[in-house]
């Protein structure tokens, strides 16, 4: 039977196939069979475009003018222009955005965000093209009418620079907050209404309150203000998943204002989405602060809030520089997993770690789960073993012994807290017994070290972490830890550590004081 006689949706099907499977070879070859296949097969040959050059672009819009039905084929852009091979000699030619009119989705990286890259080049302008067409399609355009462009757009990530900065600089009028029918939104490196760019005024924005779909926004490597957070928080209509990291691997600039600085503002910002949001994650940019500060969360009325990850938990010294987070009770009811990211080891001496326990209400938050029958999970994502702090003092010469001896002290604890958390249902203590109810869980996570800090680019990937301990397992130290997070098929990284596994391989002679 002749292809020709097949159903045109048939053969489309079996084109989609064929670009799902990265069979790009045949969708090449189907093209250049006959007319007829060459225009199912440039359907989905067109939708995905990733270029790391400005030559291979350029070679993709010359095919467009040729054919300029091949821009509404496009659902997918990647300009990943991070890597040394590209080529910033050439001339500027911006790509407008606003001539593929199915677009889906965007991510765009500067040309001068690492370390080596040529500085000084086009692309500010590539960067001002970008935001014209954001523009465009944003509720600052005063009539959105029905032919309104980037209507399809529902992602956007962005690793971008300032012109003469590895740091860009924005507002919340900024036009990648206001696109209503945007769904995810990810911006590393960014100063959001820092320094003298405060012309925007709170109640001005106070018009596009509720008028975005926005479902998740994360913050990589940035510095905002609460006024700039308080005021981004309120575009969205029912915001799901909150990432604020705050810069943590740059230097701190002398007039940087971070959100996290006031309790107070901070709390009143996230609670514009207190109904809907679900995934909290937040990375203050220091572990000290002067005087001491505390975060104190307060997130009993986010009845839908099962993701909790904070960090980091460094420390160089005991004392009143120590910053610290505190979950307010009553908990939030739907917590399902709390995560401490970069945890010290020397926070796992018992004094440190019970105020930690105690900060964050762990003993609370066992009890809600067992009340609301649901498992419970408290992650500890470990820093790497041989620290920099370990070289400011001689005597922490080797701290890989005493970490088994810790994990299994502070799982102990856990599991105290936990059998206390089961005695506290009325069905326990009439029964006299905790049976096999225990429903939360405690676990150690650890990655391998990379020479590399946030924002991760397209060719370094996210890291992988692995669980060394989980209570749930009869012998909680795992002698095959399972990979914790989701990695993409073509991430093969590996998270062996040799340090890791001599810390949790096995006892050592030496004792817990190491620590001390």
Not at 38 to 55: D, G, N, Q, V
Not at 108 to 127: A, D, I, R, Y
Not at 391 to 412: T, W
Not at 464 to 488: G, I, M
Request: charged content about 20%.
């Amino acid at each position: 039977m002749s292809l020709q006689l097949l159903p045109k949706e048939l053969v489309l099907q079996v084109m989609y196939c064929l670009r799902d499977s990265q069979d790009i070879q045949a969708l090449k070859s189907a093209a250049c069979t006959c007319r007829w296949l060459r225009r199912a097969a440039e359907i989905f040959l067109y939708s995905t475009a990733k270029f790391a050059t400005l030559s291979s672009l350029y070679q993709y819009m010359d095919s467009i003018q040729i054919d300029p039905q091949r821009a509404d084929y496009l659902r997918d852009l990647e300009l990943l222009y991070s890597t040394g091979a590209y080529d910033y000699h050439r001339p500027s030619s911006p790509l407008d955005l606003t001539s593929f009119p199915n677009l889906e989705s965007f991510v765009s990286e500067s040309p001068e965000c690492q370390p080596q890259s040529v500085k000084g080049t086009h692309w500010n302008l590539f960067m001002d093209s970008y935001m014209q067409a954001f523009n465009q399609a944003s509720l600052l355009t005063e009539s959105l009418e029905a032919h309104a462009p980037l209507r399809n757009l529902r992602n956007i990530t962005l690793h971008w620079s300032g012109s003469h900065d590895r740091f860009w600089s924005i507002t919340p009028k900024c036009p990648i907050f206001l696109l209503p029918l945007l769904q995810s939104l990810e911006i590393s490196c960014a100063r959001i209404g820092q320094g003298g760019l405060r012309e925007w005024k709170l109640g001005e924005l106070e018009r596009f309150g509720r008028q975005t779909r926005l479902k998740s926004l994360v913050l990589t490597e940035c510095v905002i203000s609460i006024e700039s957070l308080h005021a981004i928080l309120s575009f969205p209509t029912a915001l799901q998943t909150l990432v604020l990291h705050e810069k943590f691997y740059h230097r701190r600039g002398i007039r940087d204002h971070f959100a996290v600085e006031d309790t107070v503002a901070f709390n009143r910002a996230i609670a514009q989405q207190a109904e809907s949001l679900e995934h909290l994650d937040i990375f203050r940019h220091s572990a000290y602060a002067d005087g001491g500060k505390t975060l104190a969360l307060s997130l009993y009325d986010f009845p839908v809030l099962s993701h909790l990850q904070l960090g980091p938990y460094s420390m160089l010294f005991d004392g009143p520089r120590q910053f610290t987070f505190a979950l307010a009770t009553p908990v939030p009811k739907a917590l399902r997993s709390l995560r401490l990211n970069e945890y010290s080891v020397f926070m796992l001496d018992d004094t440190r770690a019970n105020k930690v326990l105690s900060d964050l209400s762990v003993a609370e938050l066992l009890v809600n789960a067992e009340a609301r029958g649901f498992l419970f999970t408290l992650d500890l994502s470990l820093q790497r073993v041989h620290s920099p702090y370990a070289q400011v003092r001689a005597r922490f010469q080797d701290m890989r012994p005493a970490v088994r001896a810790f994990v299994e002290k502070l799982g102990l604890r856990f599991q105290a807290l936990q059998e206390a958390s089961i005695r506290s249902r009325p069905e326990a203590v009439s029964k006299g017994s905790f049976g096999n109810t225990v429903s939360s869980r405690l676990r150690f996570l650890t990655n391998k070290p990379r020479h590399k800090i946030p924002p991760f680019l397209h060719d370094e990937g996210p890291q992988r972490f692995v669980v060394r301990y989980d209570s749930k397992y009869p012998e909680r130290f795992l002698s095959h830890p399972y990979t914790a997070n989701t990695l993409p098929p073509d991430r093969g990284d590996s998270s062996d550590d040799e340090d890791m596994n001599v810390a949790f391989g096995g006892i050592s002679p030496l004792g817990s004081h190491l620590l001390v």
